[in-house]
T-cell receptor, first 119, second 114 residues
Framework: GENVEQHPSTLSVQEGDSAVIKCTYSDSASNYFPWYKQELGKRPQLIIDIRSNVGEKKDQRIAVTLNKTAKHFSLHITETQPEDSAVYFCAAKAPPPRAGGTSYGKLTFGQGTILTVHP | DAGVIQSPRHEVTEMGQEVTLRCKPISGHNSLFWYRQTMMRGLELLIYFNNNVPIDDSGMPEDRFSAKMPNASFSTLKIQPSEPRDSAVYFC????????????FGQGTRLTVV
């Protein structure tokens, strides 16, 4: 099955700096890669996602890049602010079923990155 | 829609007792996931359902864990008997089947087994 590895497990930056979180996945057929942010005591919520036919996507201070060949995708946060402090999770989603496939729609998460932005 | 609704929000139980966690997915969603979150293991997928059918339960840690989805608007995760190592936050999430659809999480159930 799919295996998603996420690094680093913790990241500490100064306000205004950039933060980068990296993930790798094992199933080359995975075709949807969301990123979730989880604030302390709250549920994970989607912040950005990317499809396998796109190499990069931006939304204000947040961007995600995808390298299908290397099975690698990254989250970039620029001009970080204290309110960006949270746990960030990457994920990979299994594609529609092919002959004999059973993992349709399976959403597998990385281990998470605790981001701390110091004022 | 009120979003994904989980109950209870908090559960404290004694070791050996049965625990039942409940989830109501977003109306119209046809894919439902149960995750367990701990500091050590992050977000572990326990089981997921498509159109009320369990697709992959390989993440269920032991036979003590079971999950059902009797209809499109309700799912349960049961632990019997519970053990202290089951203490975690359990999340339910739902989405529409499809390639590029967001999964929405419930508020989670914080389970403490003493």
């Amino acid at each position: 099955g799919e295996n998603v590895e996420q690094h680093p497990s913790t990241l500490s930056v100064q306000e205004g700096d950039s933060a980068v979180i990296k993930c790798t996945y094992s199933d080359s057929a995975s075709n949807y890669f969301p990123w979730y942010k989880q604030e302390l005591g709250k549920r994970p919520q989607l912040i950005i996602d990317i499809r396998s036919n796109v190499g990069e996507k931006k939304d204000q201070r947040i961007a995600v890049t995808l390298n299908k060949t290397a099975k690698h995708f990254s989250l970039h946060i620029t001009e970080t602010q204290p309110e960006d402090s949270a746990v960030y999770f990457c994920a990979a989603k299994a594609p529609p079923p092919r002959a004999g496939g059973t993992s349709y729609g399976k959403l597998t998460f990385g281990q998470g990155t605790i981001l701390t932005v110091h004022p | 829609d009120a979003g994904v609704i989980q109950s209870p929000r908090h559960e404290v139980t004694e070791m050996g007792q049965e625990v039942t966690l409940r989830c109501k997915p977003i109306s119209g969603h046809n894919s439902l996931f149960w995750y367990r979150q701990t500091m050590m293991r992050g977000l572990e997928l326990l089981i997921y359902f498509n159109n009320n059918v369990p697709i992959d339960d390989s993440g269920m840690p032991e036979d003590r864990f079971s999950a059902k989805m009797p209809n499109a608007s309700f799912s349960t995760l049961k632990i019997q008997p519970s053990e202290p190592r089951d203490s975690a936050v359990y999340f339910c999430a739902s989405t529409l089947l499809g390639q590029h659809t967001e999964a929405f999480f419930g508020q989670g159930t914080r389970l403490t087994v003493v």
